[in-house]
């Protein structure tokens, strides 16, 4: 939900707003997003430019909202140390 208040749609044209990507990141103990594990696992409906977009408008969200850290509980840090988000326009 954190990463939701910074997803900015704005510039998405009407094919990226049809496409979903699934993103890949792994994060450090204090909740912070590393940078170089961030990739895109898929994506669907759209084309490979449509879904570049949305990952780059996803990445932007990810970092922005990131750089303070998730708040997520340390003694779980197993479970959400390497996650898997869906990025769905339709639904931000």
Do not use: H
């Not at 590393?34 to 994506?43: R, T, Y």
């Amino acid at each position: 939900l954190k990463i939701a208040e910074c997803w900015n749609l704005g510039a998405l044209s009407a094919a990226a707003l049809s496409t979903i990507v699934v993103v890949e990141m792994e994060l450090t103990l204090d909740g912070k997003p590393v940078a170089n594990s961030i990739k895109m696992l898929g994506f669907e409906g759209g084309n490979d430019t449509s879904a570049e977009r949305v990952f780059e408008t996803a990445l932007r969200a990810i970092r922005g909202c990131g750089a303070q850290g998730f708040d997520l509980p340390k003694d779980k840090y197993e479970s959400w140390r390497r996650v898997e988000l869906t990025f769905n326009p339709k639904k931000m």
